[in-house]
């Protein structure tokens, strides 16, 4: 399989994708991304960014999420602790176990600028889709739990996962003819990780959703695209240097959707 060609200064599908803004923000947020790109984002890619402290947790660790009344006990009238906020979509995830997805010790913010976190973890299955079946941000983003809000746990205390649906990557070589000359199709990037998962399948979490779609200065979608389950970015559109552990985004092109059937995932 060839592997895709990756431009000198790639940006994230965060950055480049379908939800960006529309006229005239598009344009001022062009220009500002790009002012950004020259005197900031470069520096970092340079020097590189502080690491925060590493979680106490480990990759494959067994942690149960704890009462709500225990963690409510840790936060302060903000309901944060050590800078980080307990959601709304936290809350269904209390008292339930998973297993230690990443840790997460730096992330990009909304301003484009890495930060630093501490003692903080992602969990397999811990997204702002709750599991009492509430819509986060509509995108199936990795929720951040600090040590504080966790303990060590049994793997078999845990809940399978049940998806409605799965779908197979078509082979790169068909992706590829799909793309324009910026690797996009629709407004969405085809990062070239993503190549690693051609001709593999994989339970879908869910559509993505217009339902953070909401702002007037915001584009909205002009395709379906799907998230799957156990396929996040790595970080390396921004030389590895990021754990905001994003879904990556499927354009509906680019896979064989399987007929709808419930498919379930033992940990």
């Given at each position: 399989?060839?592997?895709?060609?990756?431009?000198?200064?790639?940006?994230?599908?965060?950055?480049?994708?379908?939800?960006?803004?529309a006229?005239?923000?598009?344009?001022?947020?062009?220009?500002?991304?790009?002012?950004?790109?020259?005197?900031?984002?470069?520096?970092?890619?340079?020097?590189?960014?502080?690491?925060?402290?590493?979680?106490?947790?480990?990759?494959?660790?067994?942690?149960?999420?704890?009462?709500?009344?225990?963690?409510?006990?840790?936060?302060?009238?903000?309901?944060?602790?050590?800078?980080?906020?307990?959601?709304?979509?936290?809350?269904?995830?209390?008292?339930?176990?998973?297993?230690?997805?990443?840790?997460?010790?730096?992330?990009?913010?909304?301003?484009?600028?890495?930060?630093?976190?501490?003692?903080?973890?992602?969990?397999?299955?811990?997204?702002?889709?709750?599991?009492?079946?509430?819509?986060?941000?509509?995108?199936?983003?990795?929720?951040?739990?600090?040590?504080?809000?966790?303990?060590?746990?049994?793997?078999?205390?845990?809940?399978?996962?049940?998806?409605?649906?799965?779908?197979?990557?078509?082979?790169?070589?068909?992706?590829?003819?799909?793309?324009?000359?910026?690797?996009?199709?629709?407004?969405?990037?085809f990062?070239?990780?993503?190549?690693?998962?051609?001709?593999?399948?994989?339970?879908?979490?869910?559509?993505v959703?217009?339902?953070?779609?909401?702002?007037?200065?915001?584009?909205?979608?002009?395709?379906?695209?799907f998230?799957?389950?156990?396929?996040r970015?790595?970080?390396?559109?921004?030389?590895?240097?990021?754990?905001?552990n994003?879904?990556?985004?499927?354009?509906?092109?680019?896979?064989?959707?399987?007929?709808?059937?419930?498919?379930?995932l033992?940990?």
């Amino acid at each position: 399989m060839p592997a895709p060609r990756r431009r000198t200064l790639e940006r994230c599908q965060f950055e480049n994708s379908f939800y960006r803004y529309a006229f005239p923000f598009n344009c001022i947020r062009g220009v500002v991304h790009t002012l950004q790109l020259l005197v900031g984002h470069r520096v970092e890619d340079r020097d590189g960014v502080e690491l925060g402290e590493p979680s106490r947790f480990q990759v494959g660790d067994w942690v149960r999420v704890k009462d709500a009344a225990e963690i409510r006990a840790t936060l302060d009238s903000n309901d944060e602790l050590r800078g980080r906020k307990f959601l709304s979509y936290h809350r269904p995830y209390s008292g339930r176990t998973y297993r230690v997805e990443r840790v997460i010790r730096r992330r990009p913010t909304h301003a484009h600028r890495m930060e630093k976190l501490s003692r903080t973890v992602a969990l397999e299955g811990a997204i702002c889709d709750a599991p009492d079946g509430s819509i986060g941000c509509g995108h199936a983003c990795s929720l951040f739990f600090v040590d504080e809000w966790l303990e060590p746990s049994r793997a078999e205390e845990t809940e399978p996962r049940t998806f409605p649906q799965t779908a197979r990557v078509k082979p790169y070589d068909e992706i590829a003819a799909t793309l324009d000359a910026k690797g996009r199709l629709d407004g969405i990037s085809f990062s070239p990780e993503m190549a690693a998962y051609a001709g593999r399948e994989f339970p879908v979490v869910r559509q993505v959703e217009e339902a953070w779609v909401t702002l007037p200065d915001w584009k909205q979608p002009r395709a379906a695209f799907f998230i799957l389950d156990g396929v996040r970015c790595s970080g390396q559109p921004r030389g590895g240097h990021c754990d905001r552990n994003c879904g990556l985004f499927w354009h509906q092109s680019w896979l064989e959707m399987d007929e709808p059937a419930t498919t379930t995932l033992q940990p």
